[in-house]
């Protein structure tokens, strides 16, 4: 594998690292920095051809929606997508995720012919099948979805080290209620564990379910797949991937998509608006009502062109060696590690991405995340969205670092010395 | 509650000088953990949702009581520094005027060399507790 250099050597592509001197930013897990190739794509968008797409019949209008179209293309590409797939642009992957449930709830019987279980639209008691793991971005739709239609949302638990409990499979039998859908994280945002979904995807399969896969912390840190997800959805944001806030992708089989009833109405998303009612354009237009992000969608095109540059290989061996390096110093100082520990993910047992949680016994995380402000270290300090997977583990919050491309062992070092600190000033 | 009462600015300066002891950021955060510490303990029955400071991440609990239009504060928290904040801020208003509370412009914070922390849309929440705080002392 041909190695690309991370770390210090792509900083000077950040405009963040010259304009924060001093800052060790270890929160790339809620969102990236954005390299120059992509704030100037979008500078270039918005000075010389910040025109409308689609339907626009002069030259400026036709480079722009082929700019927009051509960076679908490029997420498809960038997903080894074959081609019955298509991507839909959101505004983020809670919007995917949201699109998807409330399609879903306006579906009678289109979907029988992909489906099995889904001979009717969702029922009384029906199940939607998540994880106590979730993201509330993936959990807070299907509980709305559930309270919509009387379906009940079943919760896989999570095991201490925040993976998931594949025995639940084996203890619940599925058979009395019609399991509808399986919407499972690939890589926790907590923990960072790259959850083995493979008997979760088989118990969809195998009750004709729908399998959807919320990967937005999946798809920024590893090479992944269409083949490797085998997946009827996934949902992903371009933010977590050094694209713009405000765009998110839900990519899925054309043929269901063409038979799901349209998420908001408005503007591209319709064949033909007559006064008895309107029919509706092909997907993924269909999903797309309104003016949609392009100025976001160029910008993600060309975080795409850098992350090919870079090689998602390379980034997920770069994470791999950051993370373990980072977790035995965690382990070195005697510090709480939420997640698998440094033997796990050096010896491959746990695939995990740079997201760690910590603790130090008796300070609270946020009383960690101030004092390492102080020393410039930029972590979080929460419940990250995931309120669940904290009362499963029995915390009210954690601390979490997390990395990306441009961090390195500098950065690491500099939140041991800061966590040195933490314990001097509270005296642990 | 017939003894006289330190204006509150007087307390202020009293904290102001105290700060001024410390050269070093962290024994300034040292200092405003062992006032937390210091708090007397809150009873669990005052814990609720309701006695909760809106805006901080960490779980701030504030009750008021007002006697001959005094107001005392009890506060309690769930994280160290945060507790150490609304200890600052009670050591300051507690036993004060109602009135005085509501008008008292608090500039004491800016001089203690933790600005930069206790910046308003800081995630300690500190001008929800001062919000709150007011917002008790403006009652009846």
Avoid at chain 1, 46 to 59: D, E, K, T
Avoid at chain 1, 123 to 149: C, F, G, Y
Avoid at chain 1, 417 to 425: E, H, N, T, W, Y
Wanted: aromatic content about 8%; glycine content about 8%.
């Amino acid at each position: 594998m041909n190695t690309y250099p991370l770390g210090k050597s792509v900083q000077h592509d950040f405009p963040f690292f010259e304009l924060n001197p001093g800052i060790t930013y270890l929160d790339s897990t809620a969102t990236s920095l954005k390299p120059s190739v992509v704030i100037e794509a979008i500078t270039d968008y918005y000075s010389r051809y910040s025109v409308n797409i689609h339907r626009g019949v002069y030259a400026l209008s036709v480079e722009a929606t082929e700019k927009f179209e051509a960076v679908r293309k490029a997420v498809l590409n960038f997903l080894q997508a074959p081609n019955e797939i298509e991507a839909i642009f959101t505004k983020g992957t809670t919007e995917s995720i949201n699109l998807l449930a409330v399609s879903l709830e306006r579906v009678k019987k289109e979907l029988a012919p992909f489906f099995s279980n889904w001979q009717s639209g969702l029922e009384k008691d029906d199940v939607i099948l998540i994880s106590e793991s979730e993201h509330h971005s993936n959990l807070v739709p299907w509980q709305m979805l559930a309270e919509r239609t009387g379906a009940k949302v079943v919760y896989i638990p999570v095991r201490a080290d925040g993976s998931l409990q594949t025995e639940f499979i084996s203890q619940n039998e599925f058979s009395h209620h019609k399991l509808k859908i399986v919407a499972l994280s690939a890589t926790s945002n907590v923990s960072g564990v790259v959850h083995d979904l493979t008997p979760f995807r088989e118990l969809a399969r195998k009750n004709g379910a729908i399998f959807m896969i919320d990967a937005a912390q999946a798809i920024c840190h590893a090479e992944t797949s269409w083949a490797e997800f085998s997946a009827d959805f996934i949902a992903f944001s371009a933010h977590k991937m050094l694209g713009p806030t405000g765009l998110g992708i839900l990519a899925g089989n054309r043929d269901v998509l063409s038979v799901m009833p349209p998420f908001h109405g408005g503007g591209d998303m319709i064949a033909l608006v007559k006064k008895e009612g309107t029919t509706y354009n092909h997907p993924p237009h269909r999903f797309e009502a309104g003016t949609p992000p392009i100025a976001e969608a160029i910008g993600f095109g060309a975080a795409l062109q850098y992350l090919n540059k870079i090689g998602m290989k390379n980034v997920e061996q770069w994470e791999h060696d950051l993370t373990a390096y980072a977790l035995a110093q965690l382990e070195e100082n005697g510090w709480h590690n939420y997640g698998p520990s440094s033997d796990d993910v050096i010896s491959g047992r746990v695939r995990k991405a740079g997201a760690i949680s910590f603790g130090i016994e008796g300070v609270h995380p946020h009383d960690i995340g101030t004092i390492l402000d102080e020393t410039g270290v930029a972590i979080r300090a929460g419940h990250h969205c995931c309120q669940l997977l904290m009362q499963s583990w029995g915390v009210p919050a954690t601390a979490r670092a997390s990395l990306y491309i441009y961090n390195d062992r500098d950065d690491i070092d500099r939140l041991i010395d800061g966590l040195r600190m933490v314990k001097k000033i509270f005296k642990k | 509650m017939t003894d006289q009462i330190k204006k509150i600015e007087d307390i202020e300066r009293e904290i102001i000088e105290e700060f001024e002891f410390f050269d070093d950021w962290a024994d300034k955060y040292s200092h405003i953990i062992e006032m937390g510490e210091a708090l007397p303990p809150l009873p669990e029955s005052d814990k609720t949702e309701q006695n909760l400071v809106p805006g901080c991440q960490s779980r701030v609990w504030l009750v008021a009581e007002i006697q001959d239009g005094k107001i005392f504060f009890h506060a309690d928290s769930d994280a160290s520094i945060t507790k150490g904040l609304i200890a600052l801020l009670t050591r300051v208003l507690s036993g004060q005027p109602q009135n005085s509370v509501v008008t008292a412009n608090l500039d004491f914070i800016n001089q203690i060399g933790l600005g930069k922390h206790l910046s308003p849309t800081r995630a300690n929440g500190f001008t929800g507790m001062i919000r709150k705080m007011k917002m008790l002392a403006a009652r009846e």
